[in-house]
């Protein structure tokens, strides 16, 4: 019991994680249709300035978000403008190409300027909390609960956005508030740039249970995709679902089956779910 | 047959003479040997790829996975059961196709991205598998010593330039297989489903049987491509059934060009020999070659034989356009017949909602 | 489908893109370089991009050491001056990649030596190395499945692994009690490795859990993996993989409140480990012994070299001690057959070579024989104990064979 | 004689009723028209025919088959060819490449002809090729054959989809909308090219807002409300109708004109 309990809170941890990996990434695959493969370097790029500014310059922890995230913010942009504008009329898989040389080039970046090493990130939120027996570390509670608060507040800025009306999106959000009247290549840059900005707050919470190298983003990549399609692709809550459920089956299965199914289960549910639902749990059945 | 006229064909038939012509050239260095012949394993899987996503405009991610379950198929048989090369390399190729089918079946009931990244599950799932299934697979041991095709007593296949002529002979089976599609009511089918799925059913094709007999094809591609791939590098690990292996083919067709004949070959080599030729930068290749794939997709977004098709297609169709205007003298010519294959109409859907 | 608004600029682009790419793949005909006459090259495939990388850069730089040293002291073939080149090659860890790479090496570089730190790539190698290509492989891999194989031109380079099973067994049942789990990594090493110290553990009479192995590069939270080993209340806990996740593996298990000891594969190295997690949570376990702890001749001053090299915020370990010793040992190889370009001469001298290899070579537990099938064998192998002061005791280690 | 029998057609949408027992008789060698106003349940009613949609209720019979519950391509392969609302050509094809689409319905090669170069395959391309022409000229559109269909002005796209149904061989043609989005004064040369349709052997059910042309054109023809049947006559017993008058008619005709 106390096992169960214990694999439980793992897994909402783990979900925690995989939420909040999956934000950006449900924003652009969501409003603009781009599966940006880039994301997952985009996260490892958010953690390496995190790290940079948190160990190397010596900011206080949440300040070195902030700066990362900032900074993260114009290298979306960037990639917007350099990579997914000239692209935007070009089918998926165009993009998909162009998103893994985006990836490959920020990996050799990353391996470039701070080599190939893992790194560690120390925080100052330590300790333990012992619930029910079983054992929880704060870092994760504070991930738990981020990946929630941001993933409700994200889903209720955009909600009504995700089906057409992209520019609403944008002029709900507060950094857009003062553009209303923009254009539709300006909501694409700031997508893009949002989606970076909260994949370097992830990295930012996430990085310091795990370990930092250039590579750390392409386990997520494809698990993360396997949420957001399993919610339905642009769905907020059936991201947070599709992370939750994703995350509790895969440490359940590897607790109670194997370690190797535990790995797979992901994308078994995502194809039998599929298989049974061919648009995702939470879509409104709206195809082309 | 008027083959001379037609600048693609000259095209092709170039670029393969120049193939059959490598060993004359290179028999003596194993290397530049080795890299076409491996080029060539994987183009043939790019062929696979363009039946699904070139012909039928359905992006599928399994490709890699397919790859893998040829190269295993290849591999196991040949070693664990000691199967000739030959019977162990059709029951792979079955055996890819019935995969193939099964995974179809599910996933053409999904579209879009939700096929895509069906696809990629499936392709991750057959990953997981043979990286986990230790008591068949040997996991990440890998499949050493996989048997060099049975010459007969009269070819021997352990020299490197039987072995490319194997390959390269399969190949062109696959590219003619590949073009008799294209130019069939078979091949009309695909492009119908890739234009409008609704116009297809409305014209009266079985969309969902044509895509599922595509997708097959496809499947069964990447298998031979496989099965070849296994015993020209003798030694096969995990690594050739992984998701980068779809990337790479990816890449390959984005390059040469999608949904054209010739492109998925010219694409293998191009970027097999980039991927080679950036080597020397080691770490720090993707630092230069990341930006060149970038540049490439949105330069050359049709890939080089689409680019230089669109060409001599404007210059071919304005002639024909000519001739059909001399013919019935009542021309009409209130439009511009110069722009035609580069400029579409109307404002841009995206731009505009 | 395509709606491709092209304008006239556009297409001036594409055609110099397109005019890059011919005109570079044109360029690439030339390659080979390395005719210098008295220039031998020393090639190496290995993962020096990707989630390998780090390892990868820990051999190359014990190469790189080896070279620069070796060409300081000066390396003389058959009466002649020779100057060594490293000439490193990227594979991902891809064996296939790996074996085009070191056949590139072969023909281009006319390299007489390929380097290559893992397994399957060697395997892919040894497919080509002897026949119409011939090159010996310096081998850093503790498998014995590629001396298994026969094949005439290998080098194997680290002590087997197979050797460590029985005493990791009886030090962690000392230290902790009957009852393992099981928590490696899910690589083809980490495999062999759980094989391994189960099969040791059972036969001396302790009980083993499931295999709870995870791949180790693409857990993104270990709690879970680490929660399900400390269900079974093991007492002692078998993990390994590259040192850093196996560091934060154990520092979780600690938290979670194990108090057994740990048996530590020999991929992660307990000083390197300590880098990222607090010392306190790495001890009472068995490992290979840190560099830093060896009393070989070399020792000493390779350590100091190495943090000249690369910053001493970097622990040097077996990977590059062990390549350094290597291609020290395949130098003077070259030199006492007279040869830097037949591989089998070069092979065939190598035992004669072992008592030759200057004093300052010998940094990591220098060898003194090399088997019939290429393993290089030291005789006085040792691994370590990790008390719970922090302190290292070493733990002497009897060789198994490396037959099947 | 009756080509197609339409009995008590329904199809439900959640709770909504799209279409409500219809019932619809398309004579051989006729034109016949639905009207309504929009979001009468006219494209549904396409959709319900040509098997795109399962009905809920009713049947739909064509030469005395019953066709209720069959597909797409079944209909097109029984000889029930239609058009699109909105044009649904290959951009990036040219007109004889489009209309050649049409012929894949009839083409009998498999892949096997194709890689072989059977001679049946051969012959197949060449009658296809043929039929495919004679379309084109049909619709007066062959001078365009070799330009791409998203270079050609609207009225000869609307003519290239005709061409392109008429290549599947039909026996009935669906046509939906056929002279939406061309200019009013090329509707009578559209209108020629639909009245010739049945002279060719092919009958015709069309939807169309366009009143003059219907007026003009159609044999019978059949006016939705809600999805349901208003009326069923001649076109003079439609223009007299006081219901369509006040449904449809009265308002919708003057706001169009």
Request: charged share 20%.
């Amino acid at each position: 019991m106390t096992l169960f309990i214990q694999q439980l809170f793992n897994g909402l941890a783990l979900g925690g994680v995989y939420c909040l990996a999956a934000i950006g990434l449900t924003l652009v695959f969501g409003v603009l249709r781009i599966p940006n493969l880039a994301h997952g370097a985009l996260y490892m790029l958010g953690a390496y300035l995190t790290y940079f500014f948190l160990t190397t310059i010596g900011v206080p922890y949440i300040a070195a978000i902030g700066i990362a995230a900032i900074m993260l913010f114009v290298v979306g942009v960037g990639l917007e403008r350099l990579v997914f504008h000239p692209l935007r009329n070009s089918p998926h898989t165009h993009h998909m190409i162009a998103a893994v040389g985006a990836m490959f080039f920020f990996q050799a970046l990353a391996q470039a300027i701070w080599g190939a090493d893992f790194r560690r990130m120390d925080t100052p939120i330590t300790g333990e909390l012992r619930i029910l027996g079983a054992e929880i570390s704060a870092q994760r509670i504070v991930i738990i609960v981020v990946a929630v608060i941001v993933l409700a507040l994200l889903a209720w800025f955009i909600k009504r956005s995700i089906h057409g009306q992209t520019i609403e999106a944008i002029e709900q959000d507060r950094v857009g508030a003062s553009l209303v009247g923009i254009n539709p290549s300006m909501v694409s840059m700031l997508t893009l740039g949002l989606s970076a900005l909260l994949a370097t707050i992830a990295a930012g919470l996430v990085a310091p249970i795990n370990l930092l190298s250039p590579t750390m983003g392409d386990a997520l990549n494809l698990k993360v995709f396997a949420i957001i399609i399993l919610g339905g692709l642009g769905s907020l809550p059936g991201a947070i679902v599709g992370g939750f459920a994703l995350a509790i089956a895969e440490t359940m299965t590897a607790t109670y089956i194997s370690s190797g199914v535990g790995e797979a289960v992901a994308f078994i549910v995502l194809v039998a779910v599929l298989a049974i639902k061919p648009t995702g749990l939470f879509t409104k059945a709206v195809q082309r | 047959m008027n083959a001379l006229k037609n600048p693609r064909l000259l095209g092709m038939l170039a670029v393969v003479i120049v193939l059959a012509a490598a060993p004359i050239f290179f028999a003596e260095q194993n290397y530049a040997m080795r890299v076409v012949t491996v080029g060539m394993c994987a183009a043939i899987a790019v062929y696979g790829l363009n039946i699904i996503l070139g012909f039928t405009g359905q992006l599928s991610l399994a490709q890699g996975g397919f790859f893998g379950i040829g190269a295993y198929g290849v591999g196991l048989l040949t070693t664990d059961f000691d199967w000739s090369f030959w019977s162990a390399f059709i029951v792979t190729i079955i055996g890819t196709a019935a995969v193939g089918y099964l995974c179809g079946l599910i996933a053409l009931r999904t579209k879009d991205e939700y096929f895509a990244i069906f696809t990629m599950a499936i392709g991750f799932i057959i990953f997981l598998v043979i990286s986990r299934w230790e008591s068949v697979t040997h996991a990440h041991s890998g499949v050493n010593n996989v048997k060099f095709p049975e010459g007969g007593g009269i070819i021997d296949f352990e020299s490197p330039v039987a072995m490319f002529y194997l390959v390269f002979v399969i190949l062109l089976i696959c590219i003619y297989v590949t073009h008799a599609i294209r130019r069939s009511s078979v091949g009309r089918t695909l492009l119908t489903i890739r234009t409008s799925e609704d116009l297809a059913d409305a014209i009266g094709v079985r969309v969902g049987f044509s895509k599922q007999l595509a997708f097959a094809a496809s499947a069964v591609l990447g298998g031979i491509g496989g099965g070849l791939y296994a015993t020209v590098v003798g030694f096969i690990g995990p690594d050739s059934a992984s998701i980068d292996k779809t990337f790479e083919f990816l890449m390959f067709i984005l390059v040469g060009g999608m949904g054209t004949v010739a492109g998925p070959l010219l694409g293998s080599m191009i970027v097999t020999f980039l991927f080679e030729l950036f080597q020397d930068f080691q770490a720090y290749r993707f630092i230069v070659l990341g930006p060149i794939i970038v540049a490439l997709v949105i330069f050359a977004p049709r890939g080089i034989i689409g680019y230089l098709g669109g060409i001599v297609d404007r210059r071919s169709r304005k002639q024909k356009i000519a001739e059909a205007r001399r013919t019935a003298d009542g021309a009409s010519p209130e439009y511009d017949t110069a722009k035609s294959g580069t400029v579409t109409s109307g404002i841009d859907p995206e731009e505009t909602k | 489908m395509n709606s491709v608004p092209r304008t006239r600029s556009r297409r001036l682009l594409s055609s110099a893109a397109i005019g890059t790419l011919v005109f570079t793949i044109a360029a690439c005909g030339g390659g080979g370089s390395g005719d210098g006459g008295d220039t031998v090259v020393i090639g190496y495939t290995g993962p020096l991009s990707g989630g390998g990388a780090a390892y990868g850069e820990n051999v190359k730089i014990g190469l790189e050491m080896a070279v620069d040293d070796l060409n300081d002291d000066g390396v003389e073939v058959d009466g002649k001056p020779v100057t060594l080149e490293l000439k490193s090659l990227d594979d991902k860890y891809a064996p296939s990649t790996a074996a085009s790479n070191a056949q590139r090496l072969a023909d281009q570089d006319k390299a007489p030596v390929v380097v290559s730190p893992n397994a399957g790539a060697i395997k892919a190698i040894q497919q080509i190395n002897s026949g119409r290509s011939n090159f010996l492989i310096s081998a850093y891999t503790s498998d014995p499945a590629i001396v298994q194989s026969d094949n005439p031109l290998t080098m194997m380079i680290p002590p087997n692994f197979e050797s460590y099973a029985s005493e990791f067994t009886e030090t962690g049942m000392k230290h902790g009690g009957k009852k393992l789990a099981l928590l490696g990594t899910q690589s083809e090493y980490g495999q062999q490795w759980t094989k391994s110290i189960t099969d040791a553990w059972k036969e001396a009479g302790g009980s083993v859990g499931g295999d709870n192995s995870v791949d180790y590069a693409t857990v993104s939270d270990f709690a879970g993996p680490v929660s399900k080993a400390l269900a079974d209340k093991p007492d002692a806990i078998f993990v390994g993989g590259p040192s850093q996740p196996t560091a934060l593996i154990m520092e979780e298990a600690r938290k979670q409140g194990f108090e057994g000891s740990f048996l530590v594969m020999d991929q992660a190295k307990l000083d390197e480990m300590a880098t990222v997690a607090k010392i306190d949570n790495l001890t009472n376990s068995v490992g290979v012994l840190p560099v830093s702890e060896y009393e070989d001749p070399g020792t000493k001053d390779f350590i100091d070299k190495f943090a000249d090299k690369a910053g001493d915020k970097k622990v040097p370990t077996s990977e590059t001690a062990l390549n350094y010793q290597g291609i020290a040992i395949i130098t003077k190889a070259m030199e006492v057959s007279g040869s830097t370009d037949d591989p089998e001469k070069i092979r065939a001298s190598i035992s004669d070579a072992l008592p030759e290899v200057d004093d300052k070579y010998k940094v990591n537990g220098f060898p003194d024989e090399i088997t019939d099938q290429g393993h290089l064998l030291n005789p006085n192998l040792e691994a370590t104990y990790l008390d719970d002061d922090g302190e290292y005791t070493k733990v002497p280690i009897d060789q198994v064979s490396d037959a099947k | 004689m009756t080509l197609l029998e339409i009995r008590d057609l329904g199809k439900r949408f959640g709770g909504l009723d799209a279409v409500k027992d219809v019932s619809l008789d398309v004579e051989e060698g006729r034109i016949t028209a639905v009207i309504g106003p929009n979001g009468a349940g006219k494209s549904t009613l396409f959709n319900l025919i040509h098997g795109y949609y399962r009905p809920t209720s009713g049947s739909v019979t064509f030469k005395g088959d019953d066709i209720t519950n069959s597909s797409p391509h079944h209909a097109v392969a029984d000889g029930i060819a239609r058009t699109f609302q909105t044009t649904h050509l290959f951009d990036d094809s040219t007109l004889l490449e489009n209309v050649l689409a049409g012929r894949i319905v009839r083409s009998k090669s498999t892949i096997f002809d194709a890689v072989f170069h059977t001679p049946r395959h051969r012959r197949e391309s060449r009658i296809n090729k043929d039929k495919a022409m004679e379309a084109l000229e049909f619709c007066e559109i062959d001078t365009h054959r070799h330009d791409l269909a998203s270079n050609v002005p609207q009225e000869v796209q609307k003519r290239t989809a005709v061409a392109m149904a008429l290549a599947t061989e039909p026996e009935l043609l669906l046509l939906d909308e056929p002279a939406g989005g061309i200019p009013e004064e090329e509707t009578t040369d559209f209108g020629n090219l639909i009245r010739s349709l049945p002279k060719r052997g092919v009958s015709v059910l069309l939807v169309e807002h366009k009143m003059s042309m219907i007026m003009g054109l159609a044999d019978t023809i059949l006016v939705l409300d809600h999805g349901q049947k208003l009326a069923l006559g001649t076109p003079a017993e439609i223009q007299s109708n006081p219901d369509v008058i006040r449904a449809y008619l009265g308002s919708t005709a003057e706001e169009k004109k």
